[in-house]
């Protein structure tokens, strides 16, 4: 047996003794399990390519996941007519009158 956190290895499964939590082989955590060891779940998670998911009260709130199986997400931008006005002016090389425009009148 290899244990991913720490690093150890042992050839009979019912002798190795890791001193990091072992995750649940429900692969399903409670905020509370979450609570109380943290960094061992989360890390052991990280190790996984499984999510695990976080139920609170039965009801899933959370996914906890290794960030290699995170997609990105292709996000469509909308360029604002404010800005997209800035952008067409002609940029001044007054630094002073930028500001006093910037700053109106207080």
Do not use: F, W
Not at 10 to 34: E, G, H, N, R
Not at 67 to 95: C, F, G, H, W
């Amino acid at each position: 047996m290899h244990c991913l956190l720490c690093g150890t290895v042992t050839l009979d499964s019912q002798l190795a003794m890791c001193l990091y939590y072992t995750m649940p082989t429900t692969t399903v955590i409670t905020i509370k399990q979450l609570h109380d060891d943290t960094g061992p779940l989360v890390r052991q998670a990280g190790a996984s390519r499984r999510p695990v998911p976080v139920t609170d009260r039965g009801q899933e709130v959370a996914v906890i996941t290794n960030r290699s199986q995170l997609r990105p997400v292709a996000r469509k931008r909308t360029i604002l007519p404010e800005y997209a006005a800035m952008m067409a002016e002609a940029p001044s090389n007054d630094i002073q009158t930028a500001l006093d425009e910037d700053r109106g009148t207080r």
